[in-house]
Protein backbone atom coordinates (compact mmCIF):
# COMPACT_ATOMS: atom_id res chain seq x y z
CA UNK A 1 0.00 0.00 0.00
CA UNK A 2 1.28 2.92 -0.41
CA UNK A 3 -0.97 6.05 -0.19
CA UNK A 4 -2.32 8.03 -1.20
CA UNK A 5 -1.74 10.21 2.17
CA UNK A 6 -2.88 13.14 3.26
CA UNK A 7 -0.36 15.16 5.85
CA UNK A 8 -2.29 18.24 7.66
CA UNK A 9 0.43 21.01 8.85
CA UNK A 10 3.61 21.79 7.20
CA UNK A 11 5.90 22.15 10.44
CA UNK A 12 8.41 20.14 11.35
CA UNK A 13 6.62 17.32 11.69
CA UNK A 14 4.31 17.29 8.77
CA UNK A 15 7.38 18.15 6.60
CA UNK A 16 9.42 15.35 8.22
CA UNK A 17 6.01 12.92 7.68
CA UNK A 18 5.89 13.77 4.07
CA UNK A 19 9.51 13.67 3.70
CA UNK A 20 9.36 9.75 5.29
CA UNK A 21 6.57 8.66 3.24
CA UNK A 22 7.39 9.88 -0.16
CA UNK A 23 10.56 8.68 0.35
CA UNK A 24 9.41 5.41 0.21
CA UNK A 25 7.20 5.60 -2.53
CA UNK A 26 4.21 7.18 -1.37
CA UNK A 27 2.16 9.64 -2.79
CA UNK A 28 1.39 12.66 -0.54
CA UNK A 29 -0.29 15.65 -0.38
CA UNK A 30 0.50 18.78 2.54
CA UNK A 31 -2.17 21.06 3.62
CA UNK A 32 -0.62 23.89 5.20
CA UNK A 33 -1.96 27.18 6.15
CA UNK A 34 0.46 29.11 4.33
CA UNK A 35 1.95 28.13 0.72
CA UNK A 36 5.88 27.75 2.19
CA UNK A 37 7.40 27.20 6.13
CA UNK A 38 6.82 30.34 7.96
CA UNK A 39 6.37 31.68 11.49
CA UNK A 40 2.75 30.00 11.78
CA UNK A 41 4.27 26.58 12.63
CA UNK A 42 6.20 26.92 15.91
CA UNK A 43 9.64 24.64 14.83
CA UNK A 44 10.15 27.79 12.73
CA UNK A 45 11.40 29.43 16.61
CA UNK A 46 13.16 26.16 16.98
CA UNK A 47 16.75 25.76 18.50
CA UNK A 48 17.86 23.26 15.87
CA UNK A 49 19.71 20.98 18.40
CA UNK A 50 20.23 17.48 18.09
CA UNK A 51 21.04 17.07 21.32
CA UNK A 52 19.42 13.52 22.83
CA UNK A 53 22.36 13.55 26.00
CA UNK A 54 21.97 16.87 27.54
CA UNK A 55 18.12 16.43 26.68
CA UNK A 56 18.37 13.29 28.59
CA UNK A 57 19.22 14.61 32.04
CA UNK A 58 15.82 15.83 32.83
CA UNK A 59 13.81 13.73 29.61
CA UNK A 60 13.18 10.03 29.35
CA UNK A 61 15.41 7.52 28.04
CA UNK A 62 12.88 6.60 25.26
CA UNK A 63 13.78 10.63 24.15
CA UNK A 64 17.36 9.95 24.11
CA UNK A 65 17.06 6.67 22.04
CA UNK A 66 14.88 7.81 19.35
CA UNK A 67 16.76 11.08 19.20
CA UNK A 68 19.64 9.30 18.22
CA UNK A 69 18.54 8.75 15.24
CA UNK A 70 17.71 12.04 14.22
CA UNK A 71 21.37 13.51 12.61
CA UNK A 72 21.59 11.10 10.08
CA UNK A 73 17.89 11.24 9.06
CA UNK A 74 17.83 14.64 8.67
CA UNK A 75 21.38 14.06 6.20
CA UNK A 76 19.66 11.50 4.54
CA UNK A 77 16.94 14.12 3.55
CA UNK A 78 19.60 16.28 2.40
CA UNK A 79 19.31 18.82 5.45
CA UNK A 80 22.62 20.10 6.91
CA UNK A 81 24.06 19.00 10.35
CA UNK A 82 26.97 20.46 12.00
CA UNK A 83 28.40 17.62 13.80
CA UNK A 84 30.41 20.08 16.31
CA UNK A 85 28.52 18.61 20.00
CA UNK A 86 27.73 20.80 22.84
CA UNK A 87 29.68 22.57 25.29
CA UNK A 88 27.96 23.00 28.97
CA UNK A 89 29.05 25.38 31.28
CA UNK A 90 28.09 27.29 34.53
CA UNK A 91 29.12 30.11 36.59
CA UNK A 92 31.49 30.12 39.00
CA UNK A 93 28.81 30.07 41.68
CA UNK A 94 26.87 27.60 40.17
CA UNK A 95 29.23 24.93 39.60
CA UNK A 96 27.07 22.26 41.82
CA UNK A 97 24.62 22.71 38.77
CA UNK A 98 28.02 21.25 36.65
CA UNK A 99 28.38 18.56 38.76
CA UNK A 100 25.16 17.58 39.07
CA UNK A 101 24.69 17.68 34.91
CA UNK A 102 27.73 15.43 34.24
CA UNK A 103 26.66 12.88 36.54
CA UNK A 104 23.22 13.06 34.76
CA UNK A 105 24.81 13.23 31.50
CA UNK A 106 27.05 9.59 31.38
CA UNK A 107 28.58 10.65 27.89
CA UNK A 108 29.51 14.27 29.22
CA UNK A 109 33.44 14.58 29.15
CA UNK A 110 34.74 17.17 31.05
CA UNK A 111 37.32 20.08 30.02
CA UNK A 112 39.89 21.98 30.98
CA UNK A 113 40.86 25.57 29.98
CA UNK A 114 43.48 24.59 27.78
CA UNK A 115 40.64 22.12 26.16
CA UNK A 116 38.16 24.60 26.07
CA UNK A 117 40.54 27.09 24.40
CA UNK A 118 40.54 24.68 21.77
CA UNK A 119 36.75 24.01 20.91
CA UNK A 120 35.89 27.70 21.57
CA UNK A 121 38.89 30.15 22.11
CA UNK A 122 36.14 33.03 23.41
CA UNK A 123 34.82 30.83 26.61
CA UNK A 124 38.01 29.91 27.68
CA UNK A 125 38.64 33.68 28.76
CA UNK A 126 35.68 33.27 31.19
CA UNK A 127 35.41 29.71 31.98
CA UNK A 128 38.04 26.97 33.36
CA UNK A 129 35.97 24.44 33.39
CA UNK A 130 32.74 22.77 31.01
CA UNK A 131 31.26 19.82 29.58
CA UNK A 132 31.18 18.41 26.25
CA UNK A 133 28.76 16.03 24.40
CA UNK A 134 30.58 15.29 21.72
CA UNK A 135 28.17 13.25 20.00
CA UNK A 136 25.30 15.99 19.74
CA UNK A 137 25.22 18.39 16.59
CA UNK A 138 22.78 21.21 15.12
CA UNK A 139 21.04 22.31 12.44
CA UNK A 140 19.40 25.54 11.48
CA UNK A 141 15.51 25.04 11.18
CA UNK A 142 14.08 27.60 8.98
CA UNK A 143 16.82 26.90 6.57
CA UNK A 144 16.34 23.08 6.79
CA UNK A 145 11.93 23.63 6.89
CA UNK A 146 12.95 25.73 3.69
CA UNK A 147 15.44 23.18 2.02
CA UNK A 148 13.04 19.71 2.69
CA UNK A 149 9.90 21.99 1.44
CA UNK A 150 11.52 22.55 -1.52
CA UNK A 151 13.00 19.11 -1.89
CA UNK A 152 9.39 17.67 -1.44
CA UNK A 153 8.43 19.78 -3.92
CA UNK A 154 10.55 18.20 -6.43
CA UNK A 155 9.99 14.77 -5.26
CA UNK A 156 6.22 15.25 -6.20
CA UNK A 157 4.62 15.82 -3.20
CA UNK A 158 1.65 18.27 -3.71
CA UNK A 159 1.34 21.06 -1.59
CA UNK A 160 -2.89 21.83 -1.51
CA UNK A 161 -6.09 21.81 0.19
CA UNK A 162 -7.95 18.67 -1.09
CA UNK A 163 -8.06 15.83 1.31
CA UNK A 164 -7.26 12.62 -0.43
CA UNK A 165 -6.93 9.12 1.21
CA UNK A 166 -5.81 8.63 4.27
CA UNK A 167 -5.12 11.49 6.95
CA UNK A 168 -2.16 11.81 9.35
CA UNK A 169 -2.64 15.16 11.24
CA UNK A 170 0.38 17.55 11.97
CA UNK A 171 -1.09 20.10 13.01
CA UNK A 172 0.34 20.58 16.09
CA UNK A 173 -1.53 22.66 18.70
CA UNK A 174 -4.00 23.04 16.69
CA UNK A 175 -5.21 20.29 17.09
CA UNK A 176 -5.67 20.60 20.77
CA UNK A 177 -9.94 20.50 19.43
CA UNK A 178 -9.57 16.70 18.93
CA UNK A 179 -6.68 15.98 21.28
CA UNK A 180 -8.05 16.92 24.81
CA UNK A 181 -4.69 16.06 26.52
CA UNK A 182 -2.53 18.06 25.05
CA UNK A 183 -1.03 21.47 25.88
CA UNK A 184 0.89 24.45 24.90
CA UNK A 185 3.79 25.34 26.64
CA UNK A 186 5.29 28.75 25.65
CA UNK A 187 8.69 29.54 24.74
CA UNK A 188 10.05 32.80 23.76
CA UNK A 189 13.53 33.09 22.23
CA UNK A 190 15.64 36.13 20.55
CA UNK A 191 17.75 36.26 17.50
CA UNK A 192 20.92 38.45 17.83
CA UNK A 193 23.98 39.27 15.83
CA UNK A 194 27.48 39.84 17.79
CA UNK A 195 30.50 39.91 15.20
CA UNK A 196 32.32 40.60 19.18
CA UNK A 197 32.39 36.39 19.72
CA UNK A 198 32.64 33.39 17.81
CA UNK A 199 31.59 30.06 18.45
CA UNK A 200 31.49 26.83 16.33
CA UNK A 201 28.76 24.57 18.60
CA UNK A 202 25.46 25.73 20.83
CA UNK A 203 26.48 26.44 24.13
CA UNK A 204 24.16 26.03 27.41
CA UNK A 205 24.66 28.07 30.66
CA UNK A 206 23.23 26.10 33.23
CA UNK A 207 21.40 28.24 35.66
CA UNK A 208 18.98 27.95 38.76
CA UNK A 209 16.14 30.62 37.56
CA UNK A 210 17.82 31.55 33.89
CA UNK A 211 19.07 28.69 31.85
CA UNK A 212 20.23 29.37 28.23
CA UNK A 213 21.60 28.13 25.11
CA UNK A 214 23.17 29.60 22.44
CA UNK A 215 23.11 28.17 19.08
CA UNK A 216 25.32 29.61 16.44
CA UNK A 217 23.67 30.73 13.23
CA UNK A 218 26.75 31.87 11.45
CA UNK A 219 27.64 35.12 10.28
CA UNK A 220 27.84 35.98 13.45
CA UNK A 221 23.83 35.56 14.29
CA UNK A 222 23.19 33.67 17.09
CA UNK A 223 19.72 32.10 18.57
CA UNK A 224 19.10 32.69 22.18
CA UNK A 225 16.42 30.28 23.71
CA UNK A 226 14.24 29.50 25.58
CA UNK A 227 11.59 30.30 28.27
CA UNK A 228 9.46 27.25 28.95
CA UNK A 229 6.26 28.78 30.53
CA UNK A 230 3.24 26.35 31.44
CA UNK A 231 0.51 28.75 29.23
CA UNK A 232 -0.67 28.16 25.84
CA UNK A 233 -0.40 31.35 24.85
CA UNK A 234 1.05 31.84 21.34
CA UNK A 235 1.89 35.57 21.28
CA UNK A 236 3.59 38.40 23.46
CA UNK A 237 6.72 37.78 24.19
CA UNK A 238 7.51 39.84 27.12
CA UNK A 239 9.98 42.17 28.76
CA UNK A 240 10.90 39.79 31.65
CA UNK A 241 11.62 37.23 29.28
CA UNK A 242 13.48 38.85 27.24
CA UNK A 243 15.30 40.17 29.95
CA UNK A 244 15.83 36.86 31.58
CA UNK A 245 17.57 35.25 27.81
CA UNK A 246 19.59 39.10 27.76
CA UNK A 247 20.58 38.61 31.25
CA UNK A 248 21.89 35.05 30.34
CA UNK A 249 23.87 35.94 27.54
CA UNK A 250 25.63 38.82 28.79
CA UNK A 251 26.35 36.59 32.05
CA UNK A 252 27.43 34.33 30.06
CA UNK A 253 30.08 36.20 27.95
CA UNK A 254 29.99 39.75 28.54
CA UNK A 255 30.37 40.32 24.82
CA UNK A 256 27.00 39.82 24.13
CA UNK A 257 25.97 43.19 25.83
CA UNK A 258 26.89 44.75 22.56
CA UNK A 259 24.65 42.40 20.29
CA UNK A 260 22.64 43.94 17.83
CA UNK A 261 19.05 42.57 18.57
CA UNK A 262 17.52 41.28 15.57
CA UNK A 263 14.17 39.69 16.61
CA UNK A 264 11.87 38.07 19.63
CA UNK A 265 10.52 35.46 18.74
CA UNK A 266 6.90 33.52 20.50
CA UNK A 267 4.93 30.79 20.36
CA UNK A 268 3.85 27.65 21.93
CA UNK A 269 5.15 24.17 22.39
CA UNK A 270 2.61 21.63 21.82
CA UNK A 271 2.93 18.74 24.61
CA UNK A 272 1.13 16.18 26.13
CA UNK A 273 1.23 15.88 30.01
CA UNK A 274 4.36 13.29 30.06
CA UNK A 275 6.07 15.89 27.45
CA UNK A 276 6.33 12.65 24.91
CA UNK A 277 4.86 12.73 22.02
CA UNK A 278 2.34 10.32 20.80
CA UNK A 279 1.32 8.60 17.54
CA UNK A 280 -2.08 8.32 18.25
CA UNK A 281 -4.82 6.42 16.35
CA UNK A 282 -8.81 8.07 16.41
CA UNK A 283 -10.88 6.41 13.98
CA UNK A 284 -9.03 6.41 10.66
CA UNK A 285 -7.07 9.82 11.32
CA UNK A 286 -3.77 9.23 12.40
CA UNK A 287 -2.33 12.03 15.34
CA UNK A 288 1.16 12.66 15.14
CA UNK A 289 1.53 15.53 17.80
CA UNK A 290 3.10 15.82 21.36
CA UNK A 291 6.78 17.16 19.69
CA UNK A 292 7.20 19.43 22.91
CA UNK A 293 10.80 21.10 23.04
CA UNK A 294 12.31 18.30 20.71
CA UNK A 295 10.92 18.94 17.16
CA UNK A 296 13.81 18.31 15.05
CA UNK A 297 15.02 16.08 17.58
CA UNK A 298 12.09 13.56 17.46
CA UNK A 299 10.27 14.05 14.18
CA UNK A 300 12.64 11.83 12.22
CA UNK A 301 11.72 8.96 14.50
CA UNK A 302 7.94 9.63 14.46
CA UNK A 303 7.87 10.18 11.06
CA UNK A 304 9.67 6.64 10.61
CA UNK A 305 7.31 5.11 13.06
CA UNK A 306 4.03 5.93 11.87
CA UNK A 307 5.25 5.60 7.94
CA UNK A 308 6.06 1.89 9.30
CA UNK A 309 2.47 1.89 10.91
CA UNK A 310 0.40 3.10 7.71
CA UNK A 311 2.55 1.22 4.97
CA UNK A 312 3.40 -2.31 6.61
CA UNK A 313 1.20 -2.02 10.01
CA UNK A 314 3.82 -2.17 12.13
CA UNK A 315 3.46 -1.22 15.48
CA UNK A 316 5.55 1.38 16.57
CA UNK A 317 8.10 0.19 19.35
CA UNK A 318 7.23 3.54 21.76
CA UNK A 319 4.41 6.05 21.83
CA UNK A 320 1.76 4.48 19.79
CA UNK A 321 -2.10 4.59 21.01
CA UNK A 322 -4.66 3.07 19.53
CA UNK A 323 -7.94 4.74 21.01
CA UNK A 324 -10.13 2.45 19.15
CA UNK A 325 -9.77 -0.17 21.66
CA UNK A 326 -10.92 2.02 23.98
CA UNK B 1 -3.04 16.64 60.90
CA UNK B 2 -2.63 20.91 60.36
CA UNK B 3 -5.55 22.48 59.96
CA UNK B 4 -5.43 26.33 57.86
CA UNK B 5 -7.89 28.46 58.60
CA UNK B 6 -10.67 26.24 59.22
CA UNK B 7 -9.70 22.95 56.90
CA UNK B 8 -7.86 20.40 58.02
CA UNK B 9 -5.24 19.01 55.50
CA UNK B 10 -4.29 15.14 54.94
CA UNK B 11 -0.79 15.45 55.22
CA UNK B 12 2.18 17.63 56.71
CA UNK B 13 3.92 17.69 52.99
CA UNK B 14 3.33 20.37 50.69
CA UNK B 15 4.44 20.89 47.42
CA UNK B 16 5.31 23.78 44.23
CA UNK B 17 4.75 22.76 41.42
CA UNK B 18 7.46 24.49 39.32
CA UNK B 19 10.35 22.94 37.13
CA UNK B 20 9.54 19.15 36.88
CA UNK B 21 10.21 17.26 33.67
CA UNK B 22 6.78 17.10 33.28
CA UNK B 23 3.29 16.95 34.39
CA UNK B 24 3.41 13.07 34.40
CA UNK B 25 6.27 12.68 36.52
CA UNK B 26 4.45 15.85 38.89
CA UNK B 27 1.66 14.08 39.46
CA UNK B 28 3.24 10.98 40.33
CA UNK B 29 5.15 12.98 42.70
CA UNK B 30 1.82 13.84 45.00
CA UNK B 31 0.67 10.15 44.02
CA UNK B 32 3.96 8.82 46.07
CA UNK B 33 4.63 11.52 48.66
CA UNK B 34 0.79 11.68 49.77
CA UNK B 35 1.32 15.65 49.76
CA UNK B 36 -1.66 17.46 50.51
CA UNK B 37 -1.28 20.99 49.44
CA UNK B 38 0.07 21.86 45.88
CA UNK B 39 1.30 25.56 45.21
CA UNK B 40 1.07 26.67 42.08
CA UNK B 41 2.24 29.92 40.61
CA UNK B 42 -0.19 32.28 38.19
CA UNK B 43 1.82 35.30 37.55
CA UNK B 44 3.60 34.43 34.31
CA UNK B 45 1.00 31.56 33.49
CA UNK B 46 -1.91 33.70 33.26
CA UNK B 47 -0.52 35.22 29.84
CA UNK B 48 -2.84 37.51 28.04
CA UNK B 49 -6.16 35.51 28.64
CA UNK B 50 -5.51 33.27 31.51
CA UNK B 51 -4.22 30.83 28.84
CA UNK B 52 -2.54 29.16 31.38
CA UNK B 53 -5.84 27.21 31.80
CA UNK B 54 -4.35 23.66 30.68
CA UNK B 55 -1.67 23.99 33.00
CA UNK B 56 -4.11 24.40 35.80
CA UNK B 57 -6.26 22.03 35.04
CA UNK B 58 -3.66 19.70 35.54
CA UNK B 59 -3.30 20.79 39.12
CA UNK B 60 -6.41 20.67 39.64
CA UNK B 61 -6.55 16.82 38.80
CA UNK B 62 -4.39 15.99 41.35
CA UNK B 63 -6.83 16.12 43.67
CA UNK B 64 -5.57 17.87 46.62
CA UNK B 65 -5.74 21.45 48.17
CA UNK B 66 -4.48 24.19 45.84
CA UNK B 67 -3.06 26.99 47.61
CA UNK B 68 -2.19 29.29 44.54
CA UNK B 69 1.27 32.02 45.45
CA UNK B 70 2.56 35.37 44.17
CA UNK B 71 6.19 33.91 43.30
CA UNK B 72 7.68 36.68 41.12
CA UNK B 73 5.88 39.26 42.67
CA UNK B 74 8.44 42.18 43.63
CA UNK B 75 5.65 45.21 44.94
CA UNK B 76 2.82 45.06 46.92
CA UNK B 77 0.78 46.16 43.94
CA UNK B 78 1.76 43.46 42.48
CA UNK B 79 1.35 40.78 44.29
CA UNK B 80 -1.92 42.04 45.17
CA UNK B 81 -3.31 41.78 41.60
CA UNK B 82 -2.17 38.70 41.48
CA UNK B 83 -3.78 36.86 44.64
CA UNK B 84 -7.09 38.31 43.32
CA UNK B 85 -6.28 36.93 39.99
CA UNK B 86 -5.72 33.75 41.79
CA UNK B 87 -8.60 33.70 43.65
CA UNK B 88 -11.28 34.06 40.75
CA UNK B 89 -8.89 30.98 38.59
CA UNK B 90 -8.92 28.24 41.46
CA UNK B 91 -11.79 29.97 43.74
CA UNK B 92 -9.84 29.79 46.84
CA UNK B 93 -9.44 32.35 49.59
CA UNK B 94 -6.41 30.86 50.29
CA UNK B 95 -3.26 32.72 48.82
CA UNK B 96 0.69 31.80 49.61
CA UNK B 97 1.88 35.67 49.78
CA UNK B 98 5.63 36.19 48.34
CA UNK B 99 7.26 39.78 48.13
CA UNK B 100 10.54 39.23 46.77
CA UNK B 101 12.86 42.20 48.32
CA UNK B 102 15.75 41.18 46.71
CA UNK B 103 16.23 39.50 42.99
CA UNK B 104 19.16 37.47 43.98
CA UNK B 105 18.76 35.95 47.33
CA UNK B 106 14.71 36.03 46.75
CA UNK B 107 14.47 37.02 50.25
CA UNK B 108 11.09 38.34 51.18
CA UNK B 109 10.59 42.05 51.73
CA UNK B 110 9.40 41.80 55.22
CA UNK B 111 7.93 45.51 54.76
CA UNK B 112 5.97 45.28 51.61
CA UNK B 113 4.76 41.93 53.00
CA UNK B 114 3.02 43.24 56.11
CA UNK B 115 1.62 45.80 53.78
CA UNK B 116 0.30 43.30 51.31
CA UNK B 117 -0.76 40.97 54.08
CA UNK B 118 -2.93 43.45 55.62
CA UNK B 119 -4.74 44.54 52.76
CA UNK B 120 -5.43 41.18 51.44
CA UNK B 121 -6.78 39.46 55.11
CA UNK B 122 -8.99 42.95 54.82
CA UNK B 123 -10.23 41.72 51.52
CA UNK B 124 -11.32 38.32 52.91
CA UNK B 125 -8.45 36.01 51.97
CA UNK B 126 -6.33 34.13 54.26
CA UNK B 127 -2.97 34.65 53.88
CA UNK B 128 -0.15 32.52 54.41
CA UNK B 129 3.11 34.90 54.31
CA UNK B 130 6.47 33.83 53.15
CA UNK B 131 8.52 35.33 55.48
CA UNK B 132 12.01 35.31 57.26
CA UNK B 133 12.45 33.04 60.94
CA UNK B 134 12.25 37.05 62.46
CA UNK B 135 9.79 36.87 65.50
CA UNK B 136 8.79 40.85 65.02
CA UNK B 137 8.27 40.47 61.30
CA UNK B 138 6.20 37.04 62.60
CA UNK B 139 4.62 39.05 65.31
CA UNK B 140 3.48 41.83 62.72
CA UNK B 141 2.13 39.11 60.23
CA UNK B 142 -0.22 37.54 63.14
CA UNK B 143 -1.21 41.25 64.42
CA UNK B 144 -2.52 41.98 60.38
CA UNK B 145 -4.56 38.69 60.87
CA UNK B 146 -2.35 36.39 59.41
CA UNK B 147 -3.63 32.74 60.80
CA UNK B 148 -0.56 31.24 59.43
CA UNK B 149 2.96 31.90 59.06
CA UNK B 150 5.76 30.41 56.71
CA UNK B 151 9.37 31.28 57.34
CA UNK B 152 11.78 29.95 55.43
CA UNK B 153 14.90 27.34 55.73
CA UNK B 154 17.08 29.15 53.77
CA UNK B 155 16.60 30.85 50.51
CA UNK B 156 14.69 29.34 47.48
CA UNK B 157 15.89 26.83 45.87
CA UNK B 158 19.52 26.78 47.69
CA UNK B 159 18.72 23.40 49.49
CA UNK B 160 20.75 24.65 52.60
CA UNK B 161 17.97 23.00 55.17
CA UNK B 162 17.35 24.94 58.33
CA UNK B 163 19.64 27.72 58.58
CA UNK B 164 18.68 28.95 61.87
CA UNK B 165 17.46 25.99 63.98
CA UNK B 166 17.48 28.93 67.10
CA UNK B 167 15.36 31.31 65.41
CA UNK B 168 12.88 28.25 64.20
CA UNK B 169 12.78 26.99 67.51
CA UNK B 170 11.80 30.42 69.44
CA UNK B 171 9.13 31.15 66.33
CA UNK B 172 7.89 27.78 67.53
CA UNK B 173 7.87 28.27 71.30
CA UNK B 174 5.91 32.15 70.87
CA UNK B 175 4.00 31.29 68.56
CA UNK B 176 2.11 27.92 70.08
CA UNK B 177 -1.46 27.96 68.48
CA UNK B 178 -0.75 29.26 64.88
CA UNK B 179 0.47 26.78 62.01
CA UNK B 180 3.63 26.79 61.24
CA UNK B 181 5.30 25.84 57.72
CA UNK B 182 9.00 26.17 56.68
CA UNK B 183 8.85 27.08 53.84
CA UNK B 184 12.04 26.85 50.97
CA UNK B 185 15.07 26.46 51.18
CA UNK B 186 15.53 22.38 52.16
CA UNK B 187 17.39 20.01 50.09
CA UNK B 188 16.91 16.58 52.14
CA UNK B 189 14.64 14.88 53.41
CA UNK B 190 16.34 14.34 57.05
CA UNK B 191 16.22 18.48 57.29
CA UNK B 192 12.34 18.34 56.82
CA UNK B 193 12.46 15.91 59.74
CA UNK B 194 14.52 17.57 61.39
CA UNK B 195 11.64 20.88 61.00
CA UNK B 196 8.81 18.10 62.28
CA UNK B 197 10.77 17.25 65.12
CA UNK B 198 11.41 21.21 66.20
CA UNK B 199 7.64 21.08 66.27
CA UNK B 200 6.66 22.41 63.29
CA UNK B 201 3.21 21.63 61.57
CA UNK B 202 4.33 20.97 58.22
CA UNK B 203 6.96 21.81 54.97
CA UNK B 204 6.46 23.21 52.05
CA UNK B 205 9.05 22.72 49.23
CA UNK B 206 9.30 22.41 45.45
CA UNK B 207 13.07 22.50 44.02
CA UNK B 208 14.20 19.20 46.23
CA UNK B 209 12.23 17.17 44.61
CA UNK B 210 11.35 18.71 40.71
CA UNK B 211 15.44 19.21 40.13
CA UNK B 212 15.86 15.35 41.88
CA UNK B 213 17.04 12.78 39.19
CA UNK B 214 13.99 11.31 40.08
CA UNK B 215 11.53 13.51 41.40
CA UNK B 216 9.09 11.00 42.50
CA UNK B 217 11.20 8.91 44.84
CA UNK B 218 12.38 11.94 46.67
CA UNK B 219 9.01 13.52 46.98
CA UNK B 220 8.10 10.17 48.02
CA UNK B 221 11.03 10.05 50.61
CA UNK B 222 9.90 13.69 51.94
CA UNK B 223 6.40 12.30 52.37
CA UNK B 224 7.78 9.41 54.81
CA UNK B 225 10.59 11.64 56.69
CA UNK B 226 7.72 14.28 57.19
CA UNK B 227 6.06 11.61 58.98
CA UNK B 228 8.67 10.28 60.84
CA UNK B 229 9.91 13.63 62.14
CA UNK B 230 6.01 14.63 63.15
CA UNK B 231 6.20 10.76 65.29
CA UNK B 232 9.16 12.16 66.69
CA UNK B 233 7.62 15.19 68.00
CA UNK B 234 4.87 13.49 69.39
CA UNK B 235 6.96 11.12 71.13
CA UNK B 236 8.67 13.34 73.35
CA UNK B 237 12.32 13.09 72.44
CA UNK B 238 14.82 12.53 75.37
CA UNK B 239 16.67 15.55 76.10
CA UNK B 240 20.56 15.46 74.51
CA UNK B 241 23.38 15.59 77.54
CA UNK B 242 26.96 15.51 77.73
CA UNK B 243 27.48 12.24 79.57
CA UNK B 244 27.02 8.76 78.31
CA UNK B 245 24.31 7.00 80.22
CA UNK B 246 24.30 3.11 79.62
CA UNK B 247 21.01 1.66 78.69
CA UNK B 248 22.31 -1.50 81.15
CA UNK B 249 23.39 -1.15 84.60
CA UNK B 250 27.04 -1.03 85.15
CA UNK B 251 28.10 -2.40 88.66
CA UNK B 252 31.35 -2.12 90.26
CA UNK B 253 32.41 1.47 88.62
CA UNK B 254 32.23 4.64 90.38
CA UNK B 255 29.34 6.68 88.88
CA UNK B 256 29.86 10.34 88.93
Redesign the interface.
Given at each position: MSGPFTIIGGGVCGLAMAAELSSRSAQVTVIDLKSAPGDHACSWWAGGMLAPDCEGVSAEPEIVSQGRKAARWWESQGGTVHHEGTLVVALSRDQSDLATFARRAPTATSLSKTQIADQEPHLAERYSKALFLADEGHLDPRATLTALHARLKQRGVRFGTDIAGRVIDCRGLAARDTLTDLRGVKGEMLVVRCPDITLSRPVRLLHPRFPLYIVPRGDGVFMLGATQIETGERTRATLRSAMELMYAAYALHPAFGEAELLEIGVDARPAFPDNQPRIRRIGDVIYANGLFRHGFLLAPALAQMTADLVLNGKIPEVWYEDHRER | MPTFYGTEVTSRLMLGTAQY?????L?DAFRLSGAGIATVSVR??????Q?????WA?IRDLGVAVLPNTAGCYSVREAITTAQMARELFDTNWIKLEVIGHADTLQPDPFGLIEAAAQLAGDGFEVFPYCTEDLVLCERLVEVGCKVLMPWGAPI?TGLGLNNIYGLRSLRAHFPDIPLVVDAGLGLPSQAAHAMELGYDAVLLN?AVA?A?DPAAMAQAFGLAVEAGALAARADPMDARDMAAPSTPVFGKAML
Open positions: - | PSPAIAREAGGDAGQDFLGTKG
